[in-house]
């Protein structure tokens, strides 16, 4: 498997493409290989849990962490096109508050890396999207927060046009001033 791996301005936080093989009959791709992972990100990391959602267009979740048993994510979308954002929350990284965000879509095949420490959230930019992701550790409610999406501190440039439709949850995201972070 080969893996090309570019890191963002948040060089924690990876974008993964995989080498895509493909013809008149369609593709084929390896989406995860534990040993070329490491290998291509040296991060050597067990996933333990895998999530499917789907949604419709401009439905937005997140911006989601877990405070404690913190999930680092491998995310990619396999119908659709969606906008994906990763927040560091990690108070020692130098790019602590700083936001990276990408297109990730069936057609462009691209994953991101989102380490634990950070804030993940998407919006479906597509009519519909179904978004794929691997954790490190696995869902825990009691310990799940949610970071307000339009908080003018970090001032996202969500590439959408008017209200999103979210969650109770993500509507009621707490603003940044009063985030709980990672050390």
């Known amino acids: 498997m080969t893996l090309q791996v570019t890191p963002t301005a948040i060089p924690d936080m990876l974008v993964i493409e995989p080498k895509v093989f493909g013809d008149d009959r369609g593709f ?24 499917h959602s789907k949604s419709s267009r401009n439905v937005l979740r997140g911006l989601h962490y877990q405070i404690r048993q ?11 096109e969606v906008w994906d954002v990763g927040v560091d929350l ?9 936001w990276v965000g990408l297109i990730l879509s069936a057609e462009n095949k691209k ?31 009691q310990h799940e927060r949610t970071l307000r999406w339009n908080d003018p501190a970090l001032d996202i440039a969500w590439p959408i046009q008017g209200e999103p439709k979210l969650a109770a949850k993500d509507a009621e995201g707490v603003i ?7 050390d």
């Not at 390896?30 to 070329?36: P, Q």
């Not at 913190?70 to 659709?80: A, C, F």
């Not at 994953?111 to 479906?124: C, L």
């Open 90 to 98: 990690r108070q020692s990284s130098p790019t602590f508050g700083k």
């Open 176 to 182: 940044w001033a009063q985030a709980e972070f990672f």
């Open 111 to 141: 994953q991101a890396w989102i380490p634990e420490g950070f804030a993940h959230g998407f919006v479906v930019l597509s009519e519909t999207a179904e978004f794929l992701y691997k954790t490190t550790d696995y869902y825990a409610p």
């Open 28 to 51: 084929f791709f390896e989406s995860f290989n534990a040993r070329a992972f490491a290998e291509a990100t040296g991060i050597r990391c067990d996933f333990v849990q895998d999530n």
């Open 70 to 80: 913190p999930q680092g994510k491998l995310v990619r979308v396999t119908q659709g």
